[in-house]
């Protein structure tokens, strides 16, 4: 059953991702990077420690290193007397062994002695006069201590292939003497505006009925802030032989394409006929059970995935978060760990608002701190309003099953992020 734009019956969500997922997507090429470019890429290639982290065995408190026997039954009342035999300096290796005693005056992260198995704090001793201190609470063997190879071990694998490197992770890397990587290259997203309503946002002085091009800056943003690289290739005209053109120039330079515009039915939308003659499976589906977002197209020509995406700004960057997204980290050759690729925080939501059911609604709001907690206000207005996207901080989900939210509803917010996804 076709609806009155000629379209077939509109696909779920679900369904619209498993469709384009299941695709067999090119593999990504990999290159290796240094550590200083390596924050937001992809590994291709596990990473494996050269080398015991740490070194060495290291103290975790300014205080006394000691054997922790000499302490057993020490306290207060009953403190234990240690000798004092000399001081532990940063970053050098303790030229004295601690023999039974004795104690070393240790900073954090200091070597630990021979002969030292623990680290006493310096809040739990007092100076007794004549090189002697008063230790007043026992240790245990390896107490305040970080061990050789506790962190790391030599062989082990550190991160494995598939994961995007976080700042952390880059941390971890240079703490080990790596300093380059085996990653994938960034994978190139060609993204094309279409429309003769659409002109340049240089423009000044606008015709009547002329918009200047926001969605190809929008989707630019949004594949470099998901790892990849956009390649704006300009403005179409609504000319099926040059909107052709262009997209198998598009899919000789990229591993995806992204249309803006001419994804609904009409006399002058070609986006679906162009992805159709590129070859089987070409699209995939056309409409999805979704607000704002529903003329989505989704397809693969030559091995390239392609959307078409709506006019409306807050649609485009609905369909991105929600089916672009996923494919783009594939692309880039990063594997699912199991976590959303968003921020979620949990709120309460601003008004009644209705939502019909069997689609699944994303609506926009802005984030409020109120005395009785975190509030989600939504932000209305039609998809068409780049205004409802400024103002607003994330999304919150309307489920097909639900018929709306209630005021005071207790809701996850999907928070727009401005990282690396």
Known sequence: MKDLLGRGEAVSVEKALSLILEQPLPAPPTERTGIENACGRVLSADVVSPEDLPGFRRSTMDGYAVHSEDTFGASEGMPAYLALAGEVLMGERPGFRLERGEAAVIPTG????EGADAVVMY??????????????????????VILRGEDVRKGAVVLRSGRRLRPQDVGALAGLGILDVEV???????????GDEVVPPQRRGLSPGEVRDINSY?????????????????IIPDDLDRLRAAVNECIREAQMVLISGG????????????IDELGPPGVLFHGVSIKPGKPLIGG????????????HP?????????????????LAGEKPDGLPPYRTVKAFFGRNLASPAGREDHVRVAIEQRDDGVWARPVLGKSGLIRTLVEADGIVVVPPHKNGLYEGESVEVRLFNDSPC
């Open 110 to 113: 200091g070597m630990l002695p």
């Open 123 to 144: 809040e739990h001793t007092n100076t007794a006069g004549d090189g002697m201190i008063e230790v007043m609470r026992a240790v245990a063997p390896n107490e305040n």
């Open 184 to 194: 994938f290259r960034r994978p190139v997203v060609a993204v094309v505006s279409t």
């Open 218 to 234: 929008n989707l630019a943003g949004l594949v470099m802030r998901c790892g990849g690289m956009p390649l704006r290739k300009g």
């Open 263 to 274: 994804s609904s039915v009409g006399t002058r939308d070609y986006t679906a006929k162009v």
């Open 300 to 311: 693969l020509g030559e091995g390239i995935p392609l959307f078409g995406l709506p006019g």
């Open 314 to 330: 807050a649609a485009v960057s609905v369909c991105f978060e929600t089916f672009i997204g996923p494919v783009l980290r594939r």
